[in-house]
């Protein structure tokens, strides 16, 4: 099957996110999954973030696998946290929200019946046995 995959900043995180993760979607039979991610550096094409890109391709290549072998589409919506100040900052967004509750970057989520139904954080993102947990989980 086919792998979507949709940028967002702090600025139009919701728009995408109420869009491909509505509440009431699941019955597309899509698996969604959100990955945070530092920014990027325009002169070099890589993150702030040395975890970040270590685990991008791993990510990558296990959500294209994945697709490739299920009967469902995937919708990656990849959400980039800001510079370093801002992520740092205690009152970003993501760290404060309820749905999210980032500590760190990367992160994986899995998004089911409104709610993240499995994660991965900083420290495993680059496992791709893990990431494959989180891809491949039961709905």
């Not at 699941?26 to 991610?37: H, M, N, R, S, T």
């Not at 980039?80 to 801002?86: A, H, Q, R, S």
């Not at 309820?98 to 970057?105: E, K």
């Not at 998004?111 to 709905?139: P, Q, T």
Request: glycine share 6%; proline share 5%.
């Amino acid at each position: 099957m086919t792998v979507e995959k949709v940028d967002a900043t702090v600025a139009d995180f919701d728009a995408h996110f109420d869009k491909l993760f509505a509440a009431g979607d699941d019955a597309e039979g899509k698996v969604k999954l959100l990955l945070f991610l530092a920014d990027r550096d325009a002169s070099s094409n890589q993150t702030w973030c040395p975890d970040c890109n270590v685990a991008e391709p791993v990510i990558y290549d296990r959500v294209e696998a994945a697709a490739k072998g299920k009967e469902k589409d995937v919708v990656l919506l990849r959400a980039y946290v800001g510079d370093k100040p801002t992520w740092r900052d205690p009152a970003h967004p993501w760290r404060a929200d309820p749905r999210f509750r980032l500590t760190g970057v990367p992160t994986l989520i899995r998004w089911e019946n409104g709610a993240a139904a499995a994660r991965l954080g900083d420290d495993e993102a680059h496992l791709a046995d893990k990431v494959d947990a989180v891809v491949n989980a039961a709905n």
